[in-house]
């Protein structure tokens, strides 16, 4: 079923800012596989005492750096502090009125600003709405049971209402797009990837959404697609997460795949976080906890910063190279990374033996974002708990 009016102005764009809903995600306890309902990943338990109210950082469009990270290790206890009543929940993030990031730039994401508003609640609706390349606000009502990958146009923002919005079995896939904005949305059980962006699309902000248990990917932006921010977003019960690049062969994606990750919470996910060839790559605020293969890789001289990010029990944050993939540019700056529990056995043969004491691998000088465009980076001591309370489906 659909419904639609006709109405104009941006904040159609964002009609659940006001919303105040939330859950409670959260791994713990001794080393297993992911759970199948999703419910988290692999390994030890959040850091405690991150409830740390969130901080103006270091604003990078001044041009501040900051220097390495700060690096911790035990098997068994956590360098967090424990003890005493549990810390408050952060303040939430300053709403956002657009993407912050390489979306913001080329023209800006403004998705189906300005365009019908509709309604869905089934597949024949939602695929009907998407189609074209007029503006169009799409708004998901319920759950909506897709198969394959599902073209999406240019000009829309796909948008779930309330908190129990979901997609499941299928993806959306956008090629040769440009424009799109998908928030506050479930996608679960896709028999390929979740979402697909290929083939020179441009100009896509996937915020506030949560992803788990696909076929292939849950997202993947590759084939010389550019100017992409993922925001705000949860992702767990899941191997090969987030591919921006997607062979050693595909050397036309060099000065494309220009992608920003931020406050983005992978809970148990193992590799790909992303996994990065030839791209401009920018990760910053970002929550890794019990990712046991690897964080970040930057591969075949991709240009990657990671910036003001947690790592717990991911015993590589960051890879120069991997598997037979020559190295790219890595920098790292003001990271926390930090154990624990003994590291588990990896089931991924790329993967060396566990160091004692994880620490990023980098190379190279890759690039400076504060250069690209203006952003605030949160201390990487907040960034547990602000995701956990503010990031996934059901949060604005």
């Known amino acids: 079923m659909m419904t639609s009016s006709s109405k104009s102005g941006r904040s159609l764009v964002f009609p659940l800012a006001l919303l105040a809903l939330g859950l409670c995600a959260c791994g713990g306890g001794e080393a297993t596989s992911p759970a199948a309902d999703g419910s988290g990943g692999s390994g030890g338990s959040p850091p405690a005492g991150t409830g740390a109210t969130a901080g103006s950082g270091a604003t990078a469009g001044s041009g501040a750096t900051g220097g390495g990270s700060a690096s911790s290790a035990a098997s068994g206890t956590s360098s967090a502090s424990t003890g005493g009543d549990p810390p408050p929940d952060p303040p939430p993030p300053d709403p956002e009125d657009g993407p912050v990031g390489f979306a913001s730039l080329n023209g800006g994401t403004t998705g189906g600003e300005g365009g019908m508003v509709v309604t869905v609640s089934d597949a024949e609706s939602l695929l ?97 697609s550019s100017y992409v921010t993922v925001s705000w977003n949860v992702f767990r019960n899941h191997h090969k997460t987030i591919l921006i690049g997607h062979s050693d062969a595909a050397s036309a994606d060099a000065g494309f795949l220009k992608v920003t990750l931020h406050h983005n919470w992978f809970d148990g996910t193992q590799t790909r976080h992303p996994s990065v060839r030839f791209g401009q790559v920018h990760v910053f605020n970002n929550y890794y906890l019990n990712n ?82 203006s952003y605030t980076a949160d201390p990487a001591g907040s960034v547990p708990a602000l995701v956990m309370s503010y990031a996934g489906a059901g949060r604005i």
């Open 128 to 224: 009907e709405a998407m189609a074209g390349t007029e503006p169009r606000i799409i708004q998901i009502s319920g759950t909506i049971e897709l198969s394959g990958m599902n073209d999406v146009g240019s000009n829309k923002t796909i948008v779930g209402l309330g908190a129990d919005a979901k997609i499941v079995g299928g993806g959306l896939y956008l090629y040769r797009e440009k424009n799109v904005i998908i928030r506050n949305i479930t996608f679960q059980d896709a028999n390929e990837d979740a979402i697909g962006i290929t083939t020179e699309t441009t100009n896509v902000w996937i915020d506030h959404c949560t992803f788990m248990n696909a076929a292939d990917g849950l997202l993947d932006i590759v084939r010389e």
């Open 292 to 373: 046991l293969s690897y964080g970040v890789a930057s591969r075949m001289e991709a240009d990657v910063v990671v910036e003001g990010s947690y790592f717990l029990n991911t015993w590589f944050p960051c890879r120069a190279g991997y598997a037979d993939s020559e190295p790219g540019d890595i920098v790292e700056r003001n990271n926390v990374i930090e154990t624990n529990m003994a590291p588990p056995p990896s089931e991924d043969p790329n993967d060396p033996p566990p160091p004692a004491t994880p620490v990023c691998e980098t190379r190279g000088t890759a690039f400076d974002p504060a250069a690209m465009y």
